[in-house]
Nanobody, 123 residues
Framework: QVRLVESGGGSVQAGGSLRLSCVASEYTYQMAWFRQAPGTEREGIAGISRGSTRTKYIDSVKGRFTISRDNAKNTLYLQMNSLKSADSGMYFC???????????????????WGQGTQVTVSS
């Protein structure tokens, strides 16, 4: 069982930046960040392959968010710049022990989840 622990969330004004981290208890294949606002479904926002050679983003975060990973530290990152109020929500790290050529952003494809870290962006 892979354990995932997120950190780095907080409150920030619109236009600001945050960097989320997710430490895994062991090496995993594909990883991704998901977010969930109150009353909405959890949505995948960024995914990365195990070798960091392929990434995928939803349109609303392209050019503002960057997903990366350090396999030596079993750590996943999400650099979030130019934050908007619509980015507010609980952010979850997810991992799977298999891989698709293009990282999937489907929640059902991920086997392991962190407990989440809250991001609040005020306008």
């Amino acid at each position: 069982q892979v354990r995932l622990v997120e950190s780095g969330g907080g409150s920030v004004q619109a236009g600001g930046s945050l960097r989320l981290s997710c430490v895994a208890s062991e090496y995993t294949y594909q990883m991704a960040w998901f977010r969930q606002a109150p009353g909405t479904e959890r949505e995948g926002i960024a995914g990365i392959s195990r070798g960091s050679t392929r990434t995928k983003y939803i349109d609303s975060v392209k050019g503002r968010f960057t997903i990366s990973r350090d396999n030596a530290k079993n750590t996943l990152y999400l650099q979030m710049n130019s934050l908007k109020s619509a980015d507010s929500g609980m952010y979850f790290c997810a991992a799977r022990q298999s891989e698709t050529y293009v990282p999937t952003l489907e929640a059902s494809e991920y086997h392991f989840w962190g407990q989440g870290t809250q991001v609040t962006v005020s306008s």
